[in-house]
């Protein structure tokens, strides 16, 4: 069993997985790869039991039984890793927006830098996104910039989500009580990081939208976070919030 988990959420993501998949397990570090697969009508979990019988013991798969949000998935995927020893834990998209490359560079920031929780950062050096409308930038952007205003997190892409958790992070974050599922879930798990003391960096990375596949992202799950993000804050200041 290798050291370093990736977990990788998907709901129709069979035109990505193989290949995702295959690519992680070339990289030069050894990692293991968890699916977290909500019943996807194009059968992505069919395919990744037939990859299982050729990556055994290093591709892994998590079944459930509908579509319940992105924040839900990786809290089942982290409860599932502390289970076992992994001592990296990675947040990764399935599809190819997030660089396998670049996860050799988070887990180095982590194992070798000093940080206990690294981020793929698409804005630490300016804008470093590909393919997107103009538009979509902008609220991702802006959106991001508001978070930092009003948690006072000094990160530059609070929203993102390549990331790489030392297992200690998971272990002190009360995960059942994580209350957002979409996008804002993301800023959530930054935000108590944070204030539990934790030191996190971001890695720039190039961000490159979908080319297969279709986007879940809508105005909804960025509104989530936006509007969400206030109240969490105005929480945090009372001793009853719970980290």
């Given amino acids: 069993m290798a050291s370093s988990l990736v977990i990788i959420p998907t709901y129709n993501e069979a035109e990505n997985i193989e290949k995702l998949v295959r690519n992680i397990f070339a990289q030069q570090r050894a990692f293991d790869v968890l699916v977290v697969d ?40 982290f409860k599932w890793a502390l289970k076992r020893d992994y001592a990296y834990i990675f947040e990764m998209d399935a599809d190819f927006s997030h660089a396998p490359n670049d996860l050799i560079r988070l887990y180095n920031a ?65 995960l059942d009580k994580i209350k957002f599922v ?18 996190i960096t971001e890695v720039p990375v190039i961000f490159v939208d979908r080319t297969k596949g279709t986007s879940k992202m809508s105005t909804g799950i960025f509104s989530e976070a936006v509007f969400g993000v206030l109240g969490m804050k105005i929480k945090s200041l009372f001793k009853s919030y719970e980290i």
């Avoid at 990859?51 to 998590?62: N, S, V």
């Avoid at 050096?125 to 609220?139: A, H």
């Avoid at 979409?182 to 030191?199: D, R, V």
């Fill in 38 to 77: 909500d019943n996807s009508p194009d059968k992505t979990a069919v395919l990744v039991k037939s990859l299982q019988q050729e990556f055994i013991g290093q591709l892994h798969l998590l079944e459930r039984p509908g579509k319940n949000g992105l924040g839900t998935a990786y809290i089942a995927g």
């Fill in 110 to 174: 982590c194992s070798k830098g000093g940080a206990d929780l690294a981020i793929g950062s698409r804005y630490k050096t300016g804008v470093n996104v590909v393919n997107w409308p103009m538009g979509r930038v902008l609220m991702s952007y802006i959106a991001s910039k508001y978070v930092r205003f009003i948690t006072g997190l000094d990160i530059a892409d609070t929203t993102a989500g390549f990331i790489c958790y030392k297992r200690e992070v998971l272990e002190q974050i009360t």
């Fill in 182 to 199: 979409g996008y804002a879930f993301q800023i959530e798990m930054k935000f108590k990081a944070h204030l539990l003391g934790f030191n």
